[in-house]
C-alpha cells in the first residue's frame, strides 16, 4: 500500500489549503483514515481522522472548526480542507491509514504512511 499526498505549498495567514491523498490498493470502507502534521524540530501530532464510510470524524482541538478531513472510497482518497491557516500551522502533513475501523489520534494505531506534504503559512 502506497499513499501519496499533495496539496501542500506557502500561504498566507488566513488562506486555505486543501491537502489530498491517493492509496495505491483499496483499503475498502473498513480502514480509518488519517492526517498527522510534523513541525520542526517537534514530534509527529494528530491533526485529524476519519472512520469507516466517512463517519466518526475526530479532531485535534488546535484545528478544530478551522480543518474538515473527508474520504472518498470510490477514488481511494483522503482530503483536508484547511481554513484559516496560522503560522502555526506550518509543518509536512502525513495521511495515513489505521489499523482499525474507527477513527483514532494514535500514531501507533497506523500502519501505512505517505511520504509527507510541506505547509508553510506565513505571517
Known amino acids: 500500500v502506497q499513499l501519496q499526498a499533495s496539496g501542500g505549498g506557502l500561504v498566507q495567514t488566513g488562506d486555505s489549503l486543501r491537502l489530498s491523498c491517493v492509496i495505491s490498493k483499496r483499503t475498502g470502507s473498513n480502514n480509518a483514515l488519517g492526517w498527522f502534521r510534523q513541525a520542526p524540530g517537534k514530534g509527529r501530532e494528530f491533526v485529524a481522522a476519519v472512520g469507516w464510510r466517512g463517519g466518526g470524524t475526530r479532531y485535534d482541538s488546535s484545528v478544530e472548526g478551522r480543518f474538515t478531513i473527508s474520504r472518498d472510497d470510490a477514488k481511494n482518497s483522503v482530503y483536508l480542507q484547511m481554513n484559516d491557516l496560522k503560522p502555526e500551522d506550518t509543518a509536512v502533513y502525513y495521511c495515513?491509514?489505521?489499523?482499525?475501523?474507527?477513527?483514532?489520534?494514535?500514531?501507533?494505531?497506523?500502519?501505512?504512511w505517505g511520504q509527507g506534504t510541506q505547509v508553510t503559512v506565513s505571517s
Open positions: 495515513a491509514v489505521s489499523l482499525y475501523s474507527t477513527s483514532t489520534s494514535l500514531p501507533e494505531h497506523y500502519r501505512y
